[in-house]
């Protein structure tokens, strides 16, 4: 049986940092980003041009961490440093595997990466090198799915994939609420009308405004990525 070719050209690919420190809950666990970007390498051999963006919970949250002890802005920023932490590791772990990644970052920092711009990213991307992107929009009161969503745009991304700790999108938390219903699709004026927590509102006004659709699934398998990539019904569609 042939195998199924991807429907997307472009993709913007979301990695929850919570997700990539395994069972831990923090740090880097990479018996799980190797899986991952094992399936990125397989995703640029079909030929997808792929940008990755990825939080940094797995190291520290601004405004949960920093809440009421540190000031806003600052906390931030640490956590803008976190996903640049992330972005090197996923960097790394790719180039292992024989893929060409580079790192941009939405704050200029010497010898770690290269200042985001979208005609640099638009040359790697079509000489097939994955495009990490680290710092957020690289100010804060923003979180990194706005960034992701942001990047999606500069580069005109056909699709974000947002790889989570969670299958889906819900009615409501399924792990608080045993009722709660999984969506297989769902519009983005539902997901604010209903204030569901699939991105900030931020975030999902601007893949609204631009229709990009965003595709929500676990992480947890990373072939999901892939199932994704060649259109097959996984976790919830946000269009």
Not at 109 to 128: C, M, T, V, W
Not at 140 to 157: E, K, N, S
Not at 208 to 235: C, H, S, Y
């Amino acid at each position: 049986m042939e195998e199924k070719k991807p429907v997307y050209k472009r993709v913007l690919l979301k990695l929850s940092g919570e997700a990539l420190s395994g069972d831990a809950g923090t740090g880097l666990d990479f018996k799980v980003m190797e899986k991952v970007c094992g399936v990125v390498a397989e995703a640029v051999r079909m030929g997808v041009e792929i940008g990755i963006v990825v939080g940094g919970g797995n190291f520290w949250r601004g405004v949960k961490n920093g809440e009421g002890r540190m000031d806003r802005a600052r906390a931030d920023y640490m956590g803008m440093l976190a996903t640049i932490m992330n972005c090197l590791a996923i960097q790394d772990v790719l180039l292992q595997q024989g893929v060409d990644a580079r790192v941009l970052t939405a704050m200029e920092i010497q010898h770690i990466g290269e200042p985001f711009s979208i005609d640099r990213a638009e040359g790697y991307l079509k000489n097939g090198s994955v495009v990490v992107l680290g710092g957020g929009v690289g100010s804060p009161y923003f979180t990194t799915d706005t960034g992701a969503v942001l990047r999606a745009a500069l580069i005109h991304a056909e699709a974000i994939l947002l790889a989570k700790n969670i299958d889906g999108v819900y009615s409501a938390d399924p792990r608080k609420d045993p009722a709660a219903v999984k969506y297989d699709s769902i519009s983005y004026e539902e997901v604010l009308e209903k204030r569901l927590a699939v991105m900030d509102t931020a975030a999902t006004c601007i893949a609204m405004e631009n229709q990009i659709p965003v595709m929500v699934f676990a992480l947890k398998d990373p072939e999901n990525i892939l199932r994704a990539l060649r259109g097959e019904t996984v976790g919830t569609l946000v269009k």
